[in-house]
DNA sequence: CGGCATCCTCGATGATACTG
DNA sequence: CAGTATCATCGAGGATGCCG
């Protein structure tokens, strides 16, 4: 990631048509979307998990790219993480109330999917 | 990515299988989120619209990406498409009864991210 | 365990030009 | 208008290795 960026705070250039490409909240919904972030995001709606968890239950998905994501998220204010100073160290991750709020329509967006492709007759 | 056809269930607060690979799911998933899908599909949500309508309407896509999109939602079954043998021709996209199940929380996301973003003290 | 840094590949994306 | 074809590029993403 490009990294810096910090919590996005509404800057008084930036407009909130997302159709724009200098739209706030394309870049957010950019990430939500992008190819590891909304698996992460249904990942953890049901509940707080590890580094090690994440990488095991979303298939496919390299350390980096899991590690890049999940930056994102944080960033975003998506994702909380805490560190337990412990040997080894104890990584957790968790939605904060935003991405509650995000992982909602996430989760409905794929089970009507699943759904659709699961009935008879579809596709 | 093509891979696997079989429909697997998926067990309530476990991990879906939409997080495996060769799940069918995932394709149309990668298309729904994919750059442009998301847009396409949410400016298809009020009304039909011809390719150049789209192309005004959503800031930044070529014509190719459109017409890219568009072919893969198509073969997704989320959009239909209509050709009017006109001079010059006139060609409508719309949403199919899935693409409308899949753009409703497609609209509540990105609602959702906005309406965060704009909140006073948020971020 | 968690997670950076580096290198490298490949495919998505974009620009351009052409067709019906 | 609505594409398609071709070519160039850019960066996301994967593999590997090192460190606290």
Redesign the interface.
């Known amino acids: 990631m490009t990294g810096g960026s910090q ?4 800057e008084a250039g930036k407009r ?1 048509d ?4 200098d739209c ?2 394309r870049d ?3 990430h ?4 590891w972030g ?2 992460v995001l ?2 953890l709606r ?1 509940n707080s998990l590890r580094f090690y968890e994440l990488r095991e ?4 998905i390299s350390e980096k790219m899991l590690a890049q994501t999940l930056r994102a998220l944080v960033q975003d ?1 998506l994702v909380w993480r805490t560190v337990e100073p412990t040997t080894p160290p104890q990584v957790t991750y968790g939605l904060t109330e ?1 991405g509650q ?2 992982g ?3 989760t ?3 089970d ?3 759904r ?3 009935a008879p007759g ?2």
């Open positions: 919590h996005r705070q509404a909130y997302v159709f724009h490409t706030l909240a957010v919904v950019d939500v979307t992008s190819r909304i698996w249904i990942s049901s239950s979303i298939q496919g204010g935003f709020d995000v909602e329509p996430l409905e967006l794929f009507r999917i699943t659709r492709l699961s579809a596709g």
